[in-house]
């Protein structure tokens, strides 16, 4: 995802080259269970694998005509309703509704997120193919939580704050709105729960969180 401190999209350089290395950088910052659960399994780690390469090209085709000069035909909606078409794919995922699934579908979204926006087109208002996505990502954090999935919901929020400033700039917005209101949710409560002194260690303390 896009944050303040760089712009890059990820992987995109490399997808032109090898289509293999957006697996191998997600592999790097995986434990060797998540990790063996998609290069071995069945289910969710298969569909995983195959529907990232599918966003990744249906992306990249798209962006190619973004970065050609004077372009008037292609805008942030077309890269919104591209993105669309994977949701539902993406929730089949989160269906398996365990750690290894709901940490494979969260990372898809986050890239569906990504991919379905460029600065390099018009902003088109609150976009109608956002909203699914959105209650979608919501639903799978919620989850996510409750199962006592180890991430930085803080570190999530920020980004997602930072993006929709950004995506305000160019007249996109709301920017997840759902989303950012359950990463709120989940922050305070996780603050409300150390504060009171309820949390005996890191390691418990997304166990611990009322999601």
């Known amino acids: 995802m896009s944050t303040a401190a760089g712009h890059k999209r990820p992987y995109t ?25 998609l290069k071995l399994r069945l289910g969710a780690g298969a569909i995983f694998d195959k ?3 599918k966003i990744r090209r249906a992306y990249l085709k798209i962006y190619k005509t ?18 669309y078409e994977f949701i539902d794919e993406i ?3 989160a269906a398996f509704d365990n750690r ?29 193919p956002d909203k699914k996505a959105d209650k979608l990502m919501a639903f799978v954090i919620r989850r996510s939580c409750k199962a006592g999935l180890r991430e930085n919901w803080g ?9 929709t400033e950004e995506r ?10 759902e989303t950012k209101e359950t990463l709120n949710k989940i922050v305070k409560r996780k603050e409300d729960v150390e504060k009171q002194g309820t949390v005996a260690s890191e390691g418990e303390s997304s166990l611990n969180i009322d999601c």
């Open 13 to 37: 350089e490399g997808l032109e080259r090898n289509e293999d290395a957006w697996r191998n950088n997600l592999f790097k910052d995986t434990t060797c269970t998540l990790r063996d659960l």
């Open 91 to 93: 929730a089949e995922i």
């Open 168 to 177: 305000a700039l160019y007249g996109v917005e709301p920017w997840y709105p």
């Open 155 to 163: 570190r999530e929020l920020e980004e997602l704050e930072y993006e």
């Open 100 to 128: 290894e699934s709901l940490s494979l579908a969260l990372y898809l979204l986050n890239e569906l997120r990504e991919y379905s926006w460029d600065r390099g087109a018009p902003g088109l208002g609150h976009r109608a």
């Open 66 to 83: 973004l970065d050609k000069e004077n372009n008037t035909t292609v805008t942030s909606d077309d890269l919104s309703w591209k993105m």
């Open 51 to 53: 529907l990232g390469i």
